[in-house]
């Protein structure tokens, strides 16, 4: 990290991204989504970030899922990168909003077929008889699409997470480890180091 002073911390999320990409053996763009329901009671599951700029933090799921119902009733969440190899993890904290549906499409566009069938074929999050049910639906979402087009179903979208913290964490020797959050006060970007 260079001068955390002087940057912007998505410019820093950014370069720690970079080398968790050329670092991490797996998913480097994989984080804890933690959200929670109107009265409060917390949930957490990994999803994959899609899109990091100055506006916030994407990621797509359907909307009808528990983690979609959550953010509907309740739309704040916190995220948690975690990057082993390099000794790294990111926390980030802020209020959600709904992506465009310009931009819904366009991501869907770009998914692979069969994770566009598999928007049709599940009802994320609820009870399903056996993994039968799941099957059957995407053999009938295949032969109803065929070689044609697929769309975007209506409740499959996208949220942002526009970030209020960003905090960083390095680990050190001797439990020496690196804290800094960052805090947007008045549209500007505070900074604080924190005993690890």
Do not use: C
């Amino acid at each position: 990290m260079t001068d955390e002073n002087d940057k912007n911390p998505l410019e820093f999320f950014r370069e720690w991204f970079a080398e968790a990409e050329d670092s991490e053996p797996g998913l480097a763009e994989a984080m804890t989504l933690a959200t929670a329901d109107r009265s409060g009671v917390p949930s957490a599951r990994m999803v994959l970030l899609k899109e990091a700029n100055e506006k916030g933090f994407v990621f797509y799921t359907n909307l009808e899922s528990q983690k979609g119902l959550e953010l509907a009733e309740n739309p704040k969440a916190a995220l948690v990168f975690h990057w082993k190899s390099l000794k790294r993890q990111v926390r980030v904290a802020g209020a959600v909003e709904s992506v465009s549906d310009m931009d819904a499409d366009d991501y869907f566009a770009s998914r692979a077929r069969g994770a566009q069938i598999g928007a049709w074929a599940s009802d994320q999050s609820r009870p399903m008889n056996s993994q039968f049910d799941l099957e059957k639906n995407v053999a009938k979402f295949t032969t109803k699409f065929g070689v044609s087009k697929i769309s975007r179903p209506s409740q499959w979208s996208g949220f942002r997470v526009i970030p209020s913290t960003i905090e960083f964490w390095e680990e050190r020797p001797f439990r020496l480890h690196r804290r800094i959050l960052y805090r947007l006060e008045n549209g500007k970007w505070s900074v604080s180091h924190l005993f690890p």
